[in-house]
């Protein structure tokens, strides 16, 4: 099968990423790739007209409880340790 990617294209992204790679490494690098995009290419002979899309490959589930409705601390508990209160709102210092 013919190479889609050449050690040219490797060296350009390297330079993007700035990464210093051996002539070894290169090799390694174009190799890499290219079996990765035989494995795309293979992938892709797949009839998938069936197949429903999906956001993940797993099927996840929400793992919140049901919201219900519950009585609200009462204002007083939440003023009663307020270094500042108004007696209806927290008092805090000016910012600006």
Same mark, same amino acid.
């Given at each position: 099968?013919?190479?889609?990617?050449?050690?040219?294209?490797? /060296?350009?992204?390297?330079? #993007?990423?700035? #990464?210093? #790679?051996?002539?070894?490494?290169?090799?390694?690098?174009?190799?890499?790739?290219?079996?990765?995009?035989?494995?795309?290419?293979?992938?892709?002979?797949?009839?998938?007209?069936?197949?429903?899309?999906?956001?993940?490959?797993?099927?996840? /589930?929400?793992?919140? /409880?049901?919201?219900?409705?519950?009585?609200?601390?009462?204002?007083?508990?939440?003023?009663?340790?307020?270094?500042?209160?108004?007696?209806?709102?927290?008092?805090?210092? /000016?910012? #600006?």
């Amino acid at each position: 099968m013919d190479s889609k990617i050449t050690r040219d294209e490797v /060296r350009h992204v390297a330079l #993007l990423a700035r #990464l210093e #790679l051996s002539d070894a490494e290169e090799e390694l690098m174009t190799g890499q790739m290219n079996g990765i995009l035989e494995y795309v290419d293979k992938l892709n002979e797949l009839d998938t007209k069936e197949v429903e899309p999906m956001t993940h490959a797993i099927e996840l /589930r929400n793992v919140f /409880r049901p919201d219900r409705v519950v009585p609200s601390l009462d204002r007083n508990d939440a003023l009663a340790n307020a270094p500042g209160t108004d007696g209806v709102n927290f008092v805090v210092p /000016r910012v #600006l």
